[in-house]
Every structure is written in structure tokens, then in C-alpha cells.
């Protein structure tokens, strides 16, 4: 592995459904994000993580939670999707020990909800 | 509220110079950030500054005035390639990024 994976790289689920978006990253990066990207629309933060055992709401947290069990792992899950939640979603993750904690994102996942 | 304002497209000539501008209003600064994003892809990281004036990264320049709210990204010789998005964001108070919706640059030959 090099940089950030998403698993899976596309989804179509119904409407209702549980789904749980996996994010892995071997920069041994202290803090981890996830973002949603609509359409003509920024990157609106859903939640983050700043260190292991810790997490915190973004911008858009409803409706999706998330845990920080260990330092590579960020999943996203979504106890019972809406298809307000058809999106793209991106993992990031950042050194935020010194320098200018840049984030970097993984390759997405696109996800439809029906 | 938070708010940072992009042109949502803007055409070039390939070999030319384009200025992509971007201001913000923002609780707190903690350094702007810009972006590029390929169509289907993920944001890659072109630049970022944190004092005022102006980075020089090859090809990419980005200036920054904090006084003004205000930062553009100058991109030289334009290439077919760099037909992309780019997205300014910009570190709050909170050291969370509040993002542009984007500016989509489109290369003629």
C-alpha cells in the first residue's frame, strides 16, 4: 500500500441499507478526515479524527459515524443510507505534528443511493 | 458564516497564462491551500501559504494578502494536462478546511 486505499471505489445501495466505507492509510498520519463532494458544491467535512481513540464532527456529521481504533483505520459508516447521501466521498489524512499538516486524499468512493 | 468565493470556470490557450482568484471570509486564518483536481480523480496538493506574497513552484505560482481576503493561483505555459479543477481552501480558527466549490479550467489547443 502507498499513500491512502477507499474501499469500494463505487457502490450502488438501497435506500435504508447499513454501509460502512473503509479507509486505510500507511503514512502514519496522526489525523484522518472524511469529506463528501457534490456538485458544485466544496468539500463539505463530515468528521475527523485528530489522533487514535478520537474523533470529532465536521460541517455535514448526520446520519454517519465514525471510529478511530488505530492509526492506519478511518471507516465511515452509514447506519441506514438516504439518497440524500449519494455522493463522492474522500478520505484524507494529515501529519499535523509540524510543517503544514497538508492533507492527502484517497481515490474516492461514489456512492448511490436509491 | 464562512465563505470562499471561485470563478466556476474559466478557458485558456494551451502555451498561455490564466490567473484562477479566490477570496474568503473566514473565522481565523491558518494558511490557503490550493488544489488540483482531475476529472474522476482525487485532489492532488499544488501549493500552500501562509504569509503574505507570492510561492513559486515551477510552472504554478500562488500569492497570497491576508489583508485583502485574497489569493490567486497563476499557472505559465499551459499543457492540455492541466485541464482540471482547482480548489482553494482555507484553514480556520478551528484548524478546519473550509473549501471553494472549485474552478474548472478548460484548455483549448
Known amino acids: 500500500i502507498a499513500g491512502i486505499t477507499q474501499a469500494p471505489t463505487s457502490q450502488i445501495l438501497a435506500a435504508g441499507r447499513r454501509m460502512t466505507l473503509r479507509c486505510t492509510q500507511d503514512?502514519?498520519?496522526?489525523?484522518m478526515y472524511w469529506y463528501r463532494q457534490d456538485l458544485g458544491l466544496g468539500l463539505r467535512l463530515i468528521h475527523y479524527s485528530n489522533t487514535a481513540g478520537t474523533t470529532g464532527k465536521g460541517e455535514v456529521p448526520d446520519g454517519y459515524s465514525v471510529s478511530r481504533a488505530n492509526t492506519d483505520d478511518f471507516p465511515l459508516t452509514l447506519a441506514s443510507a438516504v439518497p440524500s447521501q449519494t455522493s463522492v466521498y474522500f478520505c484524507?489524512?494529515?501529519?499535523?505534528?509540524?510543517?503544514?499538516?497538508?492533507?492527502?486524499f484517497g481515490p474516492g468512493t461514489r456512492l448511490t443511493v436509491l | 458564516g464562512q465563505n470562499i468565493d471561485q470563478p466556476t470556470e474559466m478557458t485558456a490557450t494551451e502555451g498561455a497564462i490564466v490567473q484562477i482568484n479566490c477570496t474568503y471570509q473566514t473565522s481565523g486564518f491558518n494558511g490557503l491551500f490550493w488544489y488540483q483536481q482531475h476529472a474522476g480523480e482525487a485532489p492532488t496538493f499544488l501549493s500552500y501559504?501562509?504569509l503574505d506574497g507570492l510561492e513559486e513552484k515551477g510552472r504554478f505560482s500562488s500569492f497570497l494578502s491576508r489583508s485583502k481576503g485574497y489569493s490567486y493561483l497563476l499557472l505559465k505555459e499551459l499543457q492540455m494536462k492541466d485541464s482540471a479543477s482547482y480548489l482553494c481552501a482555507v484553514r480556520d480558527s478551528n484548524y478546519q478546511l473550509i473549501w471553494g466549490a472549485g474552478t474548472k479550467l478548460i484548455i483549448k489547443p
Open positions: 501559504n501562509v
Open positions: 484524507a489524512s494529515s501529519d499535523t505534528a509540524g510543517g503544514t499538516d497538508t492533507q492527502y
Open positions: 503514512m502514519r498520519h496522526n489525523a
